[in-house]
């Protein structure tokens, strides 16, 4: 995974839960943070009043279609809840090409300090297309188990969590490696297990001295993954099309990528 940029860290706190639902200039205009040019990035804020909760959304855009074993979208999340922090992946299938909801699953990364260690693997999220289409979404809006409202932006406001070191009980968990051996670095990749199993995943590490944080998922052509960028997730900031990542049974992820994958 060849990867050079770099962002400065950032400082401001999210603050959107009280934003109305046309503040997504405001709210832009109000930070630094974004998920990078390969990640559509979302300010979120609760649909219920009486709940406080802030976060952002990096989100992956995939060709599923009506194919119930390929994501709409994929999406990686933290951020803060009812004063706890939180950090989830998820993904989200339609049935029809017309649906403007998906079913939605997601689990929660614990075991690096998060408070919510939560589930949702029944397919109990109901994610709505609230704005633009599900190609270059504006907004959507995530009911059932959750309910919040995710609003695009271009950059906001918000301090990232500190880079996870373990994926937590809901999660297949691997440790990589260089598939040569030539190569310095390491990394941690966290597969969801709920929805359509070996779809999507979160990972990160470093690859000769320069850190990496990526959201993968499949489309129709194979799997795919782009780059979170900003600090403290990059430096490194790439994309890697549908198709161009290789995965083996032995745990060997070629094309794209030369890495070894160890559970």
Same mark, same amino acid.
């Given at each position: 995974m060849k990867k050079t940029l770099s962002i400065a860290l950032l400082g401001a706190v999210l603050a959107v839960s009280a934003a109305p639902p046309t503040a997504a200039k405001q709210i832009a205009a109000n930070g630094s943070f974004t998920c990078g040019p390969h990640a559509l990035t979302f300010a979120v804020r609760s649909l219920a009043p009486v709940r406080q909760g802030t976060g952002v959304r990096c989100v992956k855009i995939s060709d599923g279609m009506s194919s119930q074993r390929i994501p709409r979208i994929a999406w990686y999340g933290e951020g803060t809840w009812e004063g706890g922090t939180y950090r989830h992946v998820g993904h989200a299938f339609t049935r029809e090409p017309s649906d403007i909801s998906a079913v939605g699953y997601a689990s929660d990364i614990n075991g690096n300090g998060e408070d919510a260690n939560n589930n949702f693997p029944a397919g109990t999220l109901k994610v709505s297309l609230a704005g633009g289409t599900w190609a270059s979404p504006? !907004?959507? @809006?995530?009911?059932? /188990?959750?309910?919040?409202?995710?609003?695009?932006?271009?950059?906001?406001? $918000?301090?990232?969590?500190?880079?996870?070191?373990? &994926?937590?009980?809901?999660?297949?968990?691997?440790?990589?490696? /260089?598939?040569?051996?030539? !190569?310095?670095?390491?990394?941690? !990749? &966290?597969? +969801?297990?709920?929805?359509? !199993?070996?779809?999507t995943w979160?990972? @990160?590490?470093?690859?000769?001295?320069?850190? $990496?944080?990526? +959201?993968?998922?499949?489309?129709? @052509?194979?799997y795919g993954a782009s780059d979170i960028c900003d600090a403290p997730f990059g430096p490194n900031c790439f994309t890697y099309g549908y198709g161009s990542i290789k995965f083996s049974r032995s745990g060997q992820v070629t094309g794209a990528w030369s890495e070894k994958w160890v559970s």
């Open positions: 504006t !907004r959507i @809006n995530v009911t059932g /188990d959750w309910n919040e409202t995710w609003i695009r932006v271009s950059k906001i406001g $918000y301090t990232p969590l500190e880079r996870p070191k373990t &994926c937590g009980k809901y999660f297949d968990q691997y440790t990589v490696s /260089d598939l040569a051996g030539s !190569r310095r670095g390491e990394g941690l !990749r &966290c597969m +969801l297990k709920v929805g359509t !199993r070996n779809t979160f990972g @990160n590490g470093n690859w000769e001295g320069a850190t $990496y944080s990526h +959201l993968g998922t499949k489309g129709h @052509n194979g």
